[in-house]
T-cell receptor, first 112, second 112 residues
């Protein structure tokens, strides 16, 4: 059974650019959540998508957005990148509420 | 603001010993609890998922949940150097469906 797949694994972008990250959840899972991990803030919740609808959103600026497609694959976009956006971005796949959450390998974003 | 607290460590134990990791949470109504292991530079890996009071065992790992006292712990028996990692405690935020609130993590070092 395939796990959670995130692409790309590494990205280097310049301040002011935008970036799109992709996440393919475990087959059959309809919930995809995105998290940002930094050494100073730990793991912070960005947003969750379920059946193509954003259900929840964390405390991040509007530069962070996402969407989910009918096959449950999800993308997140960060516009007007700032140095502070450098982080490991993780997506978590779940089958439903109250079930296990499995993470992908993450995308390491570096903003220079 | 829902919170999950963990001792950052490092917790150092000799090889073969029992490592005990603890976590407390602020939301008395929380129902699902997770332990993740994260190696440096890698994504979190799910070790245990527990939602009922008491103990849940899986191989060398035992999760213990006490909802009345609002704590969850992870015991690692026969600790191995390969267990050296950061252990993250996460709690499902019931107001936000599938949002997980993470502690800052405890660094475990197993010395051979």
């Amino acid at each position: 059974k395939a796990g959670v797949t995130q692409t790309p694994r590494y990205l280097i972008k310049t301040r002011g650019q935008q970036v799109t990250l992709s996440c393919s959840p475990i087959s059959g899972h309809r919930s995809v959540s995105w998290y940002q991990q930094t050494p100073g803030q730990g793991l912070q919740f960005l947003f969750e998508y379920f059946s193509e609808t954003q259900r929840n959103k964390g405390n991040f600026p509007g530069r962070f957005s996402g969407r989910q497609f009918s096959n449950s694959r999800s993308e997140m976009n960060v516009s007007t990148l700032e140095l502070g956006d450098s982080a490991l971005y993780l997506c978590a796949s779940r089958g439903g509420g109250g079930t296990e959450a499995f993470f992908g390998q993450g995308t390491r974003l570096t903003v220079v | 603001q829902k919170e999950v607290e963990q001792n950052s460590g490092p917790l150092s134990v000799p090889e073969g010993a029992i490592a005990s990791l603890n976590c407390t949470y602020s939301d008395r109504g929380s129902q699902s609890f997770f332990w993740y292991r994260q190696y440096s530079g890698k994504s979190p890996e799910l070790i245990m998922f527990i939602y009922s009071n008491g103990d849940k065992e899986d191989g060398r790992f035992t999760a213990q949940l006490n909802k009345a006292s609002q704590y969850v712990s992870l015991l690692i028996r026969d600790s191995q150097p390969s267990d050296s990692a950061t252990y993250l405690c996460a709690v499902n935020d019931r107001e936000y469906g599938n949002k997980l609130v993470f502690g800052a993590g405890t660094i475990l070092r197993v010395k051979s």
